[in-house]
Structures are given as structure tokens and as C-alpha cells.
């Protein structure tokens, strides 16, 4: 096939809204996208100033920066130097940070492996700010990060049950706020959620560090830094 034969064809499979030739070309995920493009349409509820839920949209916007990965990692950071000599605390920070660090490497490796494009509602906002990813699939910035922090507190924390309820609530509010805007569709969205649930049950708990481990490793940092001469 010449070149001409190549560009055309590209330009084709463009107009026609096609990934390029491989794996993604095959038909059953060509009609599941299909039906996920056209359910998700019409639960962008709240992607513009014209949509039904506009008025919403502040709140919404709100919600989608509670779980950003500067949130979470910035505040992380913050508490274990706050409680660095609280060992219970200490230990149950340094193991929601592991957990969410290994939660950003998934998702980066599953979107470069899947580059899946966002809605069309909301794709020029991403192309304009060079600091955000134009790719959605999975909805990991977000939805794994957030179901991957609800199950451990849920499960490893101690705070009373009715403490707990706030960040069930919390990720089910993200979940459906990253739909709403017309961010993801709802086969992200759903990817996003079942991550999250993996990567706790076959990650996060069966490699969760004892007390004695998180200990051990501080105490290692402490003599690093009492080792440095300025």
C-alpha cells in the first residue's frame, strides 16, 4: 500500500471515530464501546453551563478535586511527618500511601496500554491544560483512588462505623460526579471502580506492612538523614 493509500485510509478510520488497526479493531469491543458511548451520553447531566444540572456544577467540581492526586499525596505526606511518633497512625499512612503509589503506576501503564480518549464533551478542556491526561480509561485519578481509600478504612482503620459511612458516601459521590461532568464514560467509570477493588484484595491487604516493618523503615530514614553532613 503506498503512503497516500496509508494516510487515506487513516483519515478514514479517523472520520469514522475507528482506533487504529490491532486489538482495539476487534468487533465485540467495538460494539461494547458503542453501547457504552451512547448510555453515557445521556448521563453527562452536568458537562456544560447548558446541561440540566448545570447549577450543580461548583459542587461537582468540589467533589472531583477531593480525591486529585495532590490532595491525597500532599496531605499524605503532611501527616506522617505530623504523627511520625504516633506508631499505629504512622503505620496506617505509610501503607494508604504504598497503596495509592501503586495505584498511580496501574493506572499510568492500563492508559498508555488502552488510550482511550475522553468524551467529546469534555475532551478540548483536557487538550488545553498540558498538566491533565486527555486519556480515560481506566478512571483511575479518581474513581480507583477513591474506592481504593474507602476499602481501607473501611477495613483497617479504627474509627468507629458511623466514621466510616462518610467515605463510603464520599466515593460514591466522586464515582458518579466524574460521570456527570461528562469527564469518563461509564465503562471508565465502572474499570475505575473494579481497579480500585483489585488492587486493595490482591495488592494493598496481602502486602499491608506490619507495625515492626514501617518501624524498621523509619527508623532506616532517620539514620540516612543523621548520616548527612551539610
Known sequence: MSKYQEDDAAEKHKRQNLPPPGWKRNPLLLALRGIDEAVSQRLFLAADDKSPLA???????????????????????FLLWF????V??????????????????????????????????????YESDPSSSNLSFPSGSFVSRSVLVTLIVVEHSHLFPLFKLPFVVWCLAVTVTKLLMGRQFLGDSLAGFMLGYFEY????????????????LFSSLDVLGDGVVY
Open 83 to 86: 504523627f511520625s511518633m504516633d
Open 55 to 77: 447549577e450543580y456544577r461548583p459542587l461537582l467540581c468540589t467533589l472531583e478535586r477531593s480525591a486529585h492526586f495532590a490532595v491525597w499525596f500532599g496531605g499524605l505526606v
Open 201 to 216: 484484595h490482591l495488592i494493598a491487604c496481602p502486602l499491608w506492612l506490619s507495625q515492626d516493618v514501617v518501624s524498621y
Open 88 to 125: 499505629t497512625i504512622r503505620t496506617f499512612l505509610f501503607n494508604v500511601f504504598l497503596a495509592l503509589t501503586i495505584d498511580v503506576i496501574l493506572v499510568a501503564v492500563l492508559k498508555a496500554v488502552a488510550r482511550r480518549r475522553r468524551p467529546g464533551v469534555s475532551r478540548e478542556e
